[in-house]
């Protein structure tokens, strides 16, 4: 008995790419995220960001990109089971949106409380 199988380990993780992939090629708000994602990793290097800034802004990012893969999960399970199976099946991708709009607006208060000070100051505002 292996401790660490490697070959199924990096088997494991090209599924997992795959899915990463298949969902930025699919899903738009999952782009818009990742796009999002990377304009605060130049702000937090521009402004050079203490360690716990850094922490909670990747921690956000991490939740809203989090949210927006279960939401297209959810989103594909609802789809086969269609309204016709069960009425509750748009309640269900409407809260899925929700949980992803609740994780976007918390990690943009989060922005804005770490750099809209620093924006202002580079204005001298």
């Not at 199924?8 to 993780?13: A, M």
């Not at 594909?76 to 991708?93: F, G, T």
């Not at 992803?100 to 989060?110: G, M």
């Amino acid at each position: 008995m292996k401790i660490i199988d490697l070959k199924r380990l990096i088997k494991s993780f090209g599924y997992s790419f795959k899915g990463l992939i298949y969902t930025f090629k699919e899903e738009q708000n999952f782009r818009i995220h990742l796009f999002f994602a990377v304009i605060v990793i130049i702000l937090m290097v521009f402004f050079k960001v203490s360690r716990l800034e850094s922490l909670v802004l990747i921690i956000a990012m991490t939740l809203v990109i989090f949210a927006e893969l279960v939401n297209s999960i959810f989103e594909r399970i609802v789809d086969i089971l269609k309204p016709r199976i069960h009425s509750y099946a748009m309640v269900i991708k409407d809260m899925m949106a929700a949980t992803v709009l609740v994780a976007a607006v918390a990690a943009v208060a989060i922005g804005v409380i770490i750099f809209l000070p620093r924006i202002l100051n580079l204005f001298n505002i």
